[in-house]
């Protein structure tokens, strides 16, 4: 089967991961069929890619946490698709109930669109790739203050919703919600053996250009919030105080080709694959942004050693990404955190132009 007869379903349409993938998949001259809330959702798409709109269909899925949420989507297809991606899964650290915004959506949507995608999805249905997260792999209570071994493919977090309920700690939560529908993705595959495989892939904090709709400071997405902008907007008043939950990062480019690469490569059948680029400190930003932006020196928050790239006290275990070449192949490379950067930044200016900021 050629690329340009092949038909992607992928969930979550709306969102910067999606929207960059969606993106590349027309590229490649798939057909795509994203899922999003509304009408009104993928008419602000279409008006944002006008050139999608005779390769993108969409289906409406208003909450993904109901039962056969997904059901119509592949109802309505009625050639059947090839492949289905999963990316729709709550990425926030502010929330007033961890189990009701960041749990259930994470797992109970992954259940719902892979019982969906056995049920009805038929035996045309090749693959099935679940965007989880490092998270799902590192160790939540790990000490920071000393490098363990690196994370591999193998490597469970210990944290549990329970502990981050009880604690009210939304970092554990998201963290927990990634682990538990990752979970639950291989254990659906292990009970009910449908047709198609699993390949999950195991990014760390995704920044990287916006394509997806964005018509304020706040529709940026989370990821690029804290690990940009808040440089830039006075969120952050001294860089020494700064600590990130998280200290590793890949550029949503590289999160996107993994996932249409995963696609037909035979290598990715039912693995897990980290994806991760290199380190990402407060450090490293202001030092990046500083070289590159002089006209921006003064957004950036105040202090801190350029020559200190880690919080005093922090020296996070580092990741093993040796599948990700064994599978993607000699081409695969991740871009640095300098490009990165400095495509992000330039994108956030280009909106802020935009907005007369």
Do not use: C
């Amino acid at each position: 089967m050629s690329k340009n007869s092949a038909k992607v379903f992928i969930t979550g349409g709306s969102g910067f991961v999606a929207s960059t993938i969606i993106d590349d998949l027309i590229k490649e001259g798939y057909k795509v069929t994203a899922s999003v809330r509304s009408p009104q959702r993928a008419k602000e798409i279409i008006d944002t890619h006008p050139s999608w709109e005779s390769s993108l269909d969409f289906a409406y899925v208003a909450d993904i946490v109901e039962p056969g949420a997904f059901d119509e989507a592949f109802k309505n297809e009625k050639d059947g698709f090839d492949y289905v991606m999963h990316t729709a899964s709550p990425v926030t650290f502010v929330v007033d109930d961890i189990q009701k915004f960041l749990i259930d959506p994470a797992v109970q949507g992954t259940l719902g669109v892979m019982k969906s995608a056995h049920e009805l999805g038929g035996s045309k249905l090749k693959r099935f790739v679940l965007l989880s997260s490092g998270v799902a792999a590192l160790d939540s209570f790990e000490d920071t203050s000393k490098a363990g071994k690196d994370y591999t493919e193998a490597n469970w977090n210990p944290v549990t919703a329970e502990y981050a309920i009880e604690n009210n700690d939304t970092v554990s939560g998201y963290n927990a919600s990634k682990k538990l529908a990752e979970e639950a993705a291989w254990k659906f595959m292990e009970e009910n053996k449908p047709a198609f495989d699993l390949t999950v892939l195991n990014p760390q904090i995704i920044i990287g250009p916006m394509l997806q709709p964005v018509s304020k400071p706040e529709s940026f997405n989370e990821t690029n919030i804290f690990a940009v902008y808040n440089f830039l907007n006075g969120a952050y008043k001294k860089v020494e105080d700064l600590k990130f939950p998280f200290y590793h990062f890949i550029d949503v480019r590289d999160v996107s080709r993994a996932h249409v690469l995963a696609l037909t490569n035979p290598a990715a059948s039912n693995k897990r694959i980290i994806i991760v680029s290199g380190l990402i400190t407060p450090q490293l930003i202001v030092n990046i942004i500083g070289k590159n932006f002089p006209q921006l020196k003064s957004r950036l928050p105040e202090g801190g050693d350029p020559n200190k790239i880690l919080p005093e006290g922090t020296v996070p275990t580092g990741w093993d990404t040796s599948r990700s070449f064994q599978i993607f192949g000699e081409s695969w490379k991740y871009k640095e955190l300098e490009e990165s950067l400095v495509d992000t930044v330039n994108a956030i200016l280009e909106f802020e132009k935009k907005w007369d900021v």
